[in-house]
């Protein structure tokens, strides 16, 4: 019998804690599990899944439009924020539940309240003490806001799916995955909105096409894109509406101000150093490639770890973590291609390098690239194009990048990752046959390289 209550235990339920305590508990362990909010994490609750929800809901104000050109009439459109927020809220309650569903018929037992490391076995849940000979962190990651005056008066991501109305005006600050994506949902559902970027050009780290071109397409949708600024002071007015005092000395006006200014690891109250567990300034704990911290029974996944945050990378690093310590098939995380969506408005999905890293890493390069319009939008009448870039590694013919703009962009990436991820050739793409007419078949049948 085991000195210990449980052979696992986790602290924190989203997708790759309950991920790894399902998979742990299948290889025959006994495990527990804590979750200081509710069961689902980030991705379920207030992230991935309701923020898709929200991008389909703006964009239907776009199918309206381009309806007349395939013939119809729509009446004038009305768009209910609650009735929204009531539905989504409706499916998030419902996938809680399946979550919850998950961890009981796999015998995890589940704790609600804040998980705190005691020491290396023992972890402190509310009265509750609870040993493990091991111990899983999977906390993820909570938004972070610069200490500006006034920052008290803007929100989060974490805020904006409970918004009591659409804003009026919106004030996105950031130029990443979180701040794209919200621009869009809210100028898709009505709201007059600025977004407002340090640097050069939204999306840093992505292919300087990509940056440009969904730059360009969200520009015309009627987001005012600011670069090179930062925001410096927030004032609150009596009838509510806020000052953004920029550093170029401009101000914007809102009802809404939201910071996308990155996430930081949840370690807050954690005990980390009473379990001896090493952190980096900003609370990123560093693990090995088996998810091993520096204790060698404590173990960490997901955004806590800041490797590749991203909800697939959390399942696959719990996957890989449970099956490693308790399914006897020790296995590694393998971190390379690992294809990424933007659900911007036009969307953005990314597999490999970008043209620039992709030169640093691969040398001599073949860059294919296509900007068309797509079918839909022949009748449509709208103005939007999509981009599609292949970046392949001259000596060897590999596609290493593959970028693409446009509608169906995750879609269409979701299929060709798996042959990037395989080190499929620029000639392997050339001898398979389109699907006609789609506007994925352009990346099947580019066959003249950009010149110079
Ligand atoms: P990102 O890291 O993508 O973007 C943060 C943005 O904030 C950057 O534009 C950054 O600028 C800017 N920023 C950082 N600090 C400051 C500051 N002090 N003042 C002004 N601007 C600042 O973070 P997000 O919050 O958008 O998302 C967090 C993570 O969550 C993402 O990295 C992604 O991994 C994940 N995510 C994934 C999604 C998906 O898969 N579709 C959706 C949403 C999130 P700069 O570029 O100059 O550093």
Same mark, same amino acid.
């Given at each position: 019998?085991?000195?210990?209550?449980?052979?696992?235990?986790?602290?924190?339920?989203?997708?790759?804690?309950?991920?790894?305590?399902?998979?742990?508990?299948?290889?025959?362990?006994?495990?527990?599990?804590?979750?200081?909010?509710?069961?689902?994490?980030?991705?379920?609750?207030?992230?991935?899944?309701?923020?898709?929800?929200?991008?389909?809901?703006?964009?239907?104000?776009?199918?309206?439009?381009?309806?007349?050109?395939?013939?119809?009439?729509?009446?004038?459109?009305?768009?209910?924020?609650?009735? +929204?927020?009531?539905?989504?809220?409706?499916?998030? =309650?419902?996938?809680? &539940?399946?979550?919850?569903?998950?961890?009981?018929?796999?015998?995890?037992?589940?704790?609600?309240?804040?998980?705190?490391?005691?020491?290396?076995?023992?972890?402190?849940?509310? =009265?509750?003490?609870?040993?493990?000979?091991?111990?899983?962190?999977?906390?993820?990651?909570?938004?972070?806001?610069?200490?500006?005056?006034?920052?008290?008066?803007?929100?989060?991501?974490?805020?904006?799916?409970?918004?009591?109305?659409?804003?009026? &005006?919106?004030?996105?600050?950031?130029?990443?995955?979180?701040?794209?994506?919200?621009?869009?949902?809210?100028?898709?559902?009505?709201?007059?909105?600025?977004?407002?970027?340090?640097?050069?050009?939204?999306?840093?780290?992505?292919?300087?096409?990509?940056?440009?071109?969904?730059?360009?397409?969200?520009?015309? &949708?009627?987001?005012?894109?600011?670069?090179?600024?930062?925001?410096?002071?927030?004032?609150?007015?009596? =009838?509510?509406?806020?000052?953004?005092?920029?550093?170029?000395?401009?101000?914007?006006?809102?009802?809404?101000?939201?910071?996308?200014?990155?996430?930081?690891?949840?370690?807050?109250?954690?005990? !980390?150093?009473?379990?001896?567990?090493?952190? &980096?300034?900003?609370?990123?704990?560093?693990?090995?490639?088996?998810?091993?911290?520096?204790?060698?029974?404590?173990?960490?996944?997901?955004?806590?770890?800041?490797?590749?945050? +991203?909800?697939?990378?959390?399942?696959?690093?719990?996957?890989?973590?449970?099956?490693?310590?308790?399914?006897?098939?020790?296995?590694?995380?393998?971190?390379?291609?690992?294809?990424?969506?933007?659900?911007?408005?036009?969307?953005?999905?990314?597999?490999?390098?970008?043209?620039?890293?992709?030169?640093?890493?691969?040398?001599? +390069?073949?860059?294919?690239?296509?900007?068309?319009?797509?079918?839909?939008?022949?009748?449509?009448?709208?103005?939007?194009?999509? /981009? /599609?870039?292949?970046?392949?590694?001259?000596?060897?013919?590999?596609?290493?990048? !593959?970028?693409?703009?446009?509608?169906?962009?995750?879609?269409?990436?979701?299929?060709?990752?798996?042959?990037?991820?395989?080190?499929?050739?620029?000639?392997?793409?050339?001898?398979?046959?389109?699907?006609?007419?789609?506007?994925?078949?352009?990346?099947?049948?580019?066959?003249?390289?950009?010149?110079?």
């Amino acid at each position: 019998m085991s000195k210990f209550d449980f052979d696992l235990f986790v602290i924190g339920a989203g997708s790759g804690g309950v991920r790894a305590a399902r998979i742990a508990a299948g290889h025959g362990a006994r495990v527990g599990i804590c979750e200081a909010s509710r069961v689902g994490g980030t991705c379920v609750i207030r992230g991935c899944v309701p923020k898709k929800l929200l991008s389909y809901a703006a964009h239907f104000s776009e199918e309206f439009e381009d309806a007349a050109g395939f013939g119809w009439e729509v009446g004038e459109a009305r768009f209910s924020w609650s009735r +929204l927020i009531e539905n989504k809220d409706r499916e998030i =309650d419902r996938l809680n &539940k399946v979550y919850l569903g998950l961890l009981s018929d796999s015998g995890v037992v589940l704790y609600d309240g804040h998980g705190k490391l005691l020491d290396s076995h023992r972890v402190q849940v509310g =009265d509750d003490i609870i040993s493990a000979e091991k111990i899983l962190i999977a906390t993820g990651g909570r938004p972070w806001k610069p200490e500006i005056p006034g920052v008290e008066h803007s929100i989060t991501s974490d805020e904006a799916f409970h918004l009591e109305a659409l804003p009026g &005006k919106a004030l996105v600050v950031g130029g990443g995955f979180i701040a794209c994506e919200f621009a869009g949902i809210f100028n898709g559902l009505g709201s007059e909105v600025v977004q407002a970027y340090r640097g050069d050009q939204i999306l840093r780290g992505f292919d300087q096409d990509v940056r440009d071109t969904v730059a360009a397409e969200m520009k015309k &949708k009627g987001i005012d894109i600011r670069l090179g600024v930062n925001v410096t002071e927030l004032t609150r007015h009596a =009838d509510g509406l806020i000052t953004a005092q920029l550093d170029d000395g401009s101000e914007i006006q809102a009802d809404t101000v939201m910071f996308a200014t990155g996430r930081v690891p949840n370690v807050r109250g954690l005990g !980390l150093l009473d379990a001896g567990v090493h952190a &980096k300034p900003g609370g990123m704990i560093p693990v090995n490639e088996y998810s091993c911290t520096n204790v060698p029974n404590i173990f960490a996944v997901g955004d806590v770890t800041n490797r590749v945050n +991203l909800t697939p990378v959390a399942l696959m690093e719990g996957h890989a973590f449970a099956d490693s310590e308790f399914g006897g098939s020790p296995r590694p995380v393998n971190h390379g291609f690992i294809p990424s969506a933007v659900f911007s408005h036009p969307p953005v999905a990314t597999v490999g390098f970008s043209e620039k890293d992709a030169k640093i890493h691969y040398g001599e +390069l073949d860059i294919y690239k296509s900007v068309f319009k797509p079918m839909k939008h022949t009748l449509s009448g709208r103005d939007e194009k999509t /981009m /599609m870039k292949l970046v392949v590694q001259k000596s060897s013919g590999k596609v290493v990048g !593959l970028h693409v703009v446009g509608m169906d962009a995750p879609e269409i990436v979701q299929g060709f990752a798996v042959a990037i991820k395989s080190g499929l050739t620029k000639q392997q793409f050339d001898r398979t046959t389109g699907i006609h007419p789609t506007a994925a078949e352009e990346l099947v049948t580019m066959r003249v390289p950009l010149q110079g």
